[in-house]
C-alpha cells in the first residue's frame, strides 16, 4: 500500500523523466515452466497483447557486509529445471511492459511521445500493486509456489536534452551540483562527465536496507543528435516482507535528483516545492 507523499517531497511539473521501473526479486519458482508464462499471457493478453522473450536478469541482492566478488571464470551450474527466458508482455501503446522470470517480476511505464506526461509514481505504484497481486494469485491457483519477496527495486531513468539551460556535454556545473569546473589551465574544461556512484539507504532507526545507484552518461539522442545526459537513480534494498520498500527508495531517488542537479534546471522542470 503507498504511504503518504512526504509533504516536503520536491516536486516538478515537467520532470525529465522517461521510464520508471518497479521491480520485486523472489525466491526462484522451480515449478514455474515456459508453458505456465503462456498461460499467464492468457489471462493479461487484453491489455498487454505483445510479447517478447529476453535472456534472465542477474540476482543482484543488496548486502551489508557486501559479500566478494567471484573470480571470473568459467562456472559449472547444476539447473534444477530446464532454463526459461524472461517474458516482456507489452500494450499496444509500448507505454506500459510487464517483465517476468522465475524469480522475478517488474512493471515499467516508459514515455512514448513528446506530449507523454509522467503518471507520478502513485499511480505507477498502484498500478504494479494491481498487476503483482494478480501474477501471485495465478502462481498460487496453479499451484506453482509461494512468493516471497526478497528485495525491491525502484529505477528512475531521466533524458535531460541540450538547448534547455546549456547546449554542450561541457556544461556539467549547468545541470549538476557534484562538478565544479577547475578555473586552472590544467586540467581545463572538462569534455564531459561520466559517473557511477553508490550510497547505502538506512531506514528510520539508522540501519542498512539497501542502495541507491546512480549512473550518469554524456549521450547522443538518436532522433536529432541532440547533446544529453542519460541519469539513472537506482534504489534497491528490502524493509520486512512485503514491499515497504518501494516508497522510501522513491523519496530517496526524488531527494537525490533534486541534490544533484542546478536550481537552474528546476526552474527549467518547474519546481513547485
Not at 511521445?113 to 509514481?121: F, N
Not at 543528435?225 to 534504489?235: E, R, V, Y
Request: charged share 25%; glycine share 8%.
Amino acid at each position: 500500500m503507498v504511504t503518504a507523499r512526504p509533504l516536503d517531497l520536491p516536486d516538478f511539473s515537467d520532470p525529465p523523466v522517461v521510464e520508471t521501473v518497479l521491480s520485486v526479486h523472489f525466491d526462484r519458482l522451480s515449478a514455474l515452466r515456459t508453458a505456465h508464462f503462456g498461460l499467464y499471457w492468457g489471462e493479461v493478453r487484453d491489455r498487454f497483447p505483445m510479447t517478447e522473450e529476453h535472456g534472465e536478469l542477474a540476482s543482484l541482492l543488496e548486502q551489508s557486509p557486501e559479500q566478494p566478488q567471484p573470480i571470473v571464470g568459467i562456472q559449472f551450474q547444476a539447473l534444477e529445471a530446464p532454463p526459461t527466458p524472461r517474458f516482456w508482455f507489452t500494450d499496444e501503446h509500448g507505454t506500459e511492459l510487464i517483465q517476468v522470470q522465475r524469480d522475478r517480476f517488474i512493471k515499467n511505464w516508459r514515455k512514448t511521445g513528446e506530449g507523454a506526461q509522467y503518471p507520478r509514481y502513485e499511480k505507477v505504484r498502484a498500478g504494479f500493486d494491481q498487476d503483482f497481486s494478480n501474477f501471485a494469485q495465478f502462481v498460487s491457483r496453479n499451484q506453482l509456489g509461494t512468493i516471497r519477496v526478497k528485495q525491491c527495486e525502484v529505477t528512475y531513468i531521466n533524458h535531460i536534452v541540450a538547448r534547455a539551460g546549456w547546449e554542450t556535454h561541457a556544461d556539467i556545473d549547468k545541470v549538476f551540483t557534484m562538478w565544479r569546473a577547475p578555473e586552472s589551465t590544467y586540467p581545463g574544461q572538462a569534455q564531459d562527465l561520466t559517473l557511477r556512484a553508490r550510497f547505502p539507504i538506512s531506514d528510520k532507526s539508522g540501519g542498512f536496507v539497501g542502495r541507491l545507484h546512480v549512473t550518469l552518461q554524456p549521450v547522443t539522442r538518436l532522433s536529432d543528435g541532440a547533446p544529453m545526459f542519460l541519469l539513472d537513480l537506482t534504489a534497491r534494498g528490502q524493509v520486512g516482507e512485503g514491499t515497504d520498500f518501494f516508497d522510501l527508495g522513491r523519496e530517496w531517488i526524488v531527494r537525490s535528483f533534486a541534490e544533484l542537479t542546478t536550481p537552474a534546471m528546476h526552474k527549467i522542470w518547474g519546481r513547485r516545492k
